[in-house]
């Protein structure tokens, strides 16, 4: 749990008003910045970065217990079913390549265990999972040093039988099965 100067801290760095704003505004807050300090980036600082990264974190654990209403035009996103409990593995694993491939990996992935319903590529993924679990499905991709931080958010009838674990179990299973050399869905398994 956070404390209130912590939050305070966090929305600050984003340049975003605590109270006020968006999921969807965190993210994006969160992205502008990575795009800058990104320690790939010729100038890009890997300390900034991790605080960047914290504060985000901060950030989502605030609006996630505050419900911010989105009303941003990524509002027409598909959202979790209603009247079922979303739940939130954060950070859930990290790939060792930049988001680009990251999402490009997911996105197979995606067409093996389900279908996508929306995507932002490289940084989210909204799939309808069908196989081994009945679940939607949130994949939210971040810079990491280097790396890709993904987050894996699910609901659905399946959650009353196994948990947010498991789900993201699923993805880390399919991408070690993944041949990272192509990632060319025609040489991927069927």
């Known amino acids: 749990m956070s404390t209130k100067h912590e939050v305070?801290?966090?929305?600050?760095?984003?340049?975003?008003?605590?109270?006020r704003a968006t999921r969807a505004e965190v993210i994006a807050a969160r992205r502008r910045l990575a795009r800058e300090l990104h320690p790939d980036r010729q100038g890009g600082n890997p300390d900034l970065?991790?605080?960047?990264?914290?504060?985000?974190?901060?950030?989502?654990a605030y609006v996630d217990e505050h419900i911010v209403v989105d009303s941003t035009a990524n509002s027409a996103r598909?959202?979790?079913?209603?009247?079922?409990?979303?739940?939130?593995?954060?950070p859930?694993?990290?790939?060792?390549?930049?988001?680009?491939e990251?999402?490009?990996?997911?996105?197979?992935?995606?067409?093996?265990?389900?279908?996508?319903?929306?995507?932002?590529?490289?940084?989210?993924?909204?799939?309808?999972?069908?196989?081994?679990?009945?679940?939607?499905?949130?994949?939210?991709?971040?810079?990491?040093a280097g790396a890709t931080t993904v987050t894996v958010s699910a609901t659905g009838e399946s959650l009353r039988v196994v948990n947010i674990e498991a789900i993201r179990?699923?993805?880390?299973?399919?991408?070690n099965q993944l041949d990272w050399q192509t990632?060319?869905?025609?040489q991927q398994r069927p």
Not at 49 to 58: F, L, P, Q, T, Y
Request: proline content about 10%; hydrophobic content about 40%; some cysteine.
């Open 8 to 19: 305070d801290t966090a929305f600050a760095r984003l340049g975003l008003q605590k109270g």
């Open 49 to 60: 970065m991790a605080e960047v990264n914290r504060s985000g974190d901060i950030a989502l």
């Open 78 to 90: 598909v959202t979790p079913p209603p009247q079922q409990p979303v739940q939130r593995d954060h």
């Open 92 to 100: 859930s694993f990290t790939i060792d390549v930049l988001p680009v």
């Open 102 to 144: 990251a999402c490009e990996a997911l996105r197979i992935v995606a067409s093996w265990v389900g279908e996508i319903i929306d995507e932002d590529p490289p940084y989210l993924l909204e799939v309808d999972m069908h196989d081994p679990y009945s679940v939607w499905c949130r994949l939210e991709l971040v810079p990491d």
């Open 169 to 175: 179990d699923v993805w880390i299973d399919q991408l």
């Open 183 to 186: 990632l060319d869905p025609d």
